[in-house]
């Protein structure tokens, strides 16, 4: 089955830097890849999305980057404040009836005033 | 628009009780549905789904068993919790295939 990779565990970052996250996954039969950031407490939201037929998808500061050969994808976001603290997950998906979506093991996002 | 319900919000449970937890969904017909474990500072484990009635795929063996006796309803059960049973569990659906999940609020359940 699907496994996907995610790296690093925990991420701190001066306010206004960049930050970046990145994950693998092992099935190269993957086509959906969703990223989700959960607040302490609080139900994981999905932020962004990409599929397997785009290399990149930006939203306002967060972009996405996939690359379906090395299997592996990221997160970035730029101009960093502080209500980008929390834990963000990737994660990956199969194409199947099921559509079931597989995570990645998440990363703490500080960011320092 | 649609909506997705969860509850108790806390649960906080003797080991060896049972345990019951429901996810109900509105404004949509056949979701898929799902259930997901986070245990404390810890990833998205999924634990089971369901592409309609009565049709439940487990995904990690454990003391859990989920079932889906309404289209739009998911039912989280154990006969007797274990400790290792804690957890925030989430129930989540999506329409359709290459789509998001809408988690619920999500069940924090400590077994003590």
Redesign the interface.
Known sequence: GENVEQHPSTLSVQEGDSAVIKCTYSDSAS??F?W?KQELG?????II?I?SNVGEKKDQRIAVTLNKTAKHFSLHITETQPEDSAVY?CAA?V????????????TRLSIRP | SQTIHQWPATLVQPVGSPLSLECTVEGTSNP?L?W?RQAAG???Q?LF?S?GIGQI?S?VPQNLSASRPQDRQFILSSKKLLLSDSGFY?CAW?V???????????TRLTVV
Do not use: C, M, W
Request: positive net charge; aromatic residues 22%.
């Open positions: 086509n959906y969703p989700y609080k139900r994981p939201q999905l999305d599929r997950f998906s194409y199947s009836s099921a559509s079931k979506i597989i995570f990645g093991s998440g | 898929n799902y997901y810890r990833g998205l999924l789904y592409v795929s995904e989430l999506s359709g295939l290459l789509y998001g999940y809408t988690f619920g609020s999500g």
